[in-house]
């Protein structure tokens, strides 16, 4: 199955003509293994309504913008580097080209979901909050992919911020997945503690940096 973990360096693809090939596939797929699962992948709500992928506004952003700008963002790509993971939050950067400058780091609040082990070539889709990180903003570091989305999961409070989430390789995480106690983490091991629920305070990329 193409979703499966691909072991493949989407930077050297070559063409535009097969990068859209390889987001049809991926989008298809996606379509597949969502209904496999049984769980439908929520809608991406940006300024009010559900948006689509758009990997474009994101690369233009990136070149683009100030630093810290913030936005609502929903984008695909495939996995290309995982960082060490921070306190309570995954880090790892996708592709969202065939140009392998065009890339965003994503940042993801482990106390929301176990996600599974991460790997160059998965395949991600990721709704949340933007932000433009190409330097130093007073003692928050820049991202190595000089931008980043976080706050990729559900709003546990309601209101006053729209949900956000994670697929990869066409499962849902981070949308009404409460961690158990005895949850495993990323890394294989297991929980000391029942985790925080409504983390809002270190969901953030500069926290977890």
Known sequence: MFLAT??????KLGSKMKMKALLTNIFFGMLFVSAAFGREIPPCIINGSPAPIDNEQVI????STPNQFKARARVEGVVTRVFPQRPSHNHFEIQLSDNEDDTLEVIFNSEFDVLPRIQPGMVVEACGDYITSFARANRYEASPSGAIIHWVHENSRGGGHEHGYLVINGKLYGFNQAIEREGIRNDGGRRDRRPR?????IDSYALAQ
């Not at 233009?60 to 070149?63: G, V, Y």
């Not at 629920?197 to 305070?201: D, K, L, N, P, Y």
């Open 6 to 11: 691909a072991n493949f360096n989407i930077g």
């Open 60 to 63: 233009a952003w990136k070149s």
């Open 197 to 201: 629920r409504e983390s809002f305070a």
